[in-house]
T-cell receptor, first 115, second 112 residues
Framework: GAGVSQSPRYKVAKRGQDVALRCDPI?????LFWYQQALGQGPEFLTY????????KSGLPSDRFFAERPEGSVSTLKIQRTQQEDSAVYLC?????????????FGPGTRLLVL | TQLLEQSPQFLSIQEGENLTVYCNSS?????LQWYRQEPGEGPVLLVT?????EVKKLKRLTFQFGDARKDSSLHITAAQPGDTGLYLC????????????FGGGTRLMVKP
């Protein structure tokens, strides 16, 4: 069956450019998460949706980062005026229900390089 | 300072050797998960441990959750080149609902 998909897989942006990263979760999954993974590090939480509601955005590093999930399925993470420190892999994960111990299924990530 | 500290950060061993990876915290976790991540892919869940003192086995991998639910270990017996990858522990912080906090990872390389 289809897993979590993300696009693009790779993105090179010039500093100051805006980028949009897309996540298609597993069909029917209620919860959707975005994580940022710097080179050689573990993923760090950015934001969490339950259906279309963004319930936690405490991990977004600045107001240049914005995420949405308007119809409760596909989600987009937008980064405005990209900076070199935004270079990282952006991972999306989805889970069927909303309990803390529920398995999260990760997509392959979008590798963003800001020059 | 990360909530979950993993050690060692890097491990390079020969095929057939045994190894143990540690995941430690000063905080209590309701559960801990272990993931393996290969280059260019997202993390894939290996196991979830929930009960203090719990031991779970997955073929040559043995996972243990500490009695106080503050630490966990992953032991691999007779490592194979296919075990190469980044091993991550993760858990839901007690006050954070559904998100996961991850350790920094242990990068394992098993040489033939």
């Amino acid at each position: 069956g289809a897993g979590v998909s993300q696009s693009p897989r790779y993105k090179v942006a010039k500093r100051g450019q805006d980028v949009a990263l897309r996540c298609d979760p597993i069909s029917g999954h209620v919860s959707l998460f975005w994580y940022q993974q710097a080179l050689g590090q573990g993923p760090e939480f950015l934001t969490y949706f339950q259906n279309e509601a963004q319930l936690d955005k405490s991990g977004l590093p600045s107001d240049r980062f914005f995420a949405e999930r308007p119809e409760g399925s596909v989600s987009t993470l937008k980064i405005q005026r990209t900076q070199q420190e935004d270079s990282a892999v952006y991972l999306c994960a989805s889970s069927l229900i909303r309990t803390g111990a529920e398995t999260q299924y990760f997509g392959p990530g979008t590798r963003l390089l800001v020059l | 300072t990360q909530l979950l500290e993993q050690s060692p950060q890097f491990l390079s061993i020969q095929e057939g050797e045994n190894l143990t990876v540690y995941c430690n915290s000063s905080s209590v976790f309701s559960s801990l998960q272990w993931y393996r991540q290969e280059p260019g892919e997202g993390p894939v869940l290996l196991v979830t441990v929930v009960t203090g003192g719990e031991v779970k086995k997955l073929k040559r991998l043995t996972f243990q959750f500490g009695d106080a639910r503050k630490d966990s270990s992953l032991h691999i017996t007779a490592a194979q080149p296919g075990d190469t990858g980044l091993y991550l522990c993760a858990g839901p912080p007690s006050n954070a609902g559904n998100m996961l906090t991850f350790g920094g990872g242990t990068r394992l390389m098993v040489k033939p």
